[in-house]
Nanobody
Framework: QVQLVEAGGGSVQAGGSQRLSCAAS????????MGWYRQAPGKQRELVAS???????NYADSVKDRFTVSGDNAKDTVTLQMNSLKPEDTAVYYC??????????WGQGTQVTVSS
């Protein structure tokens, strides 16, 4: 099993920044990717950014050049730095980890609200 604990989130004005962090514990040895998804009211959960074990990152088009995902393999953490936030970034953000043998794991979610 893998447990994911998120930190960060809250309310911010448009144009501001926020930083989300997620720490994994448990059977972390076989985690090969981590990242962040988000879900806005009435919408499907979508990938925001991910990072694989080799350090390759992937971003949703809507957040490219504004968000940065980074990982620390030694500490089993993943961080999402969000800059130039927009009201449309408002959502519940979920930490995600992929375990090579056991599939996907999710954090409990943290609310990010961007006001105009």
């Amino acid at each position: 099993q893998v447990q994911l604990v998120e930190a960060g989130g809250g309310s911010v004005q448009a144009g501001g920044s926020q930083r989300l962090s997620c720490a994994a514990s448990g059977s972390t040895f076989s985690i090969d990717a981590m990242g962040w998804y988000r879900q806005a009211p009435g919408k499907q959960r979508e990938l925001v950014a991910s990072i694989i074990s080799g350090g390759v990152t992937n971003y949703a088009d809507s957040v490219k050049d504004r968000f940065t995902v980074s990982g620390d393999n030694a500490k089993d953490t993943v961080t999402l730095q969000m800059n130039s936030l927009k009201p449309e970034d408002t959502a519940v953000y979920y930490c995600w980890a992929h375990h090579r043998f056991r599939g996907d794991y999710w954090g409990q979610g943290t609310q990010v609200t961007v006001s105009s």
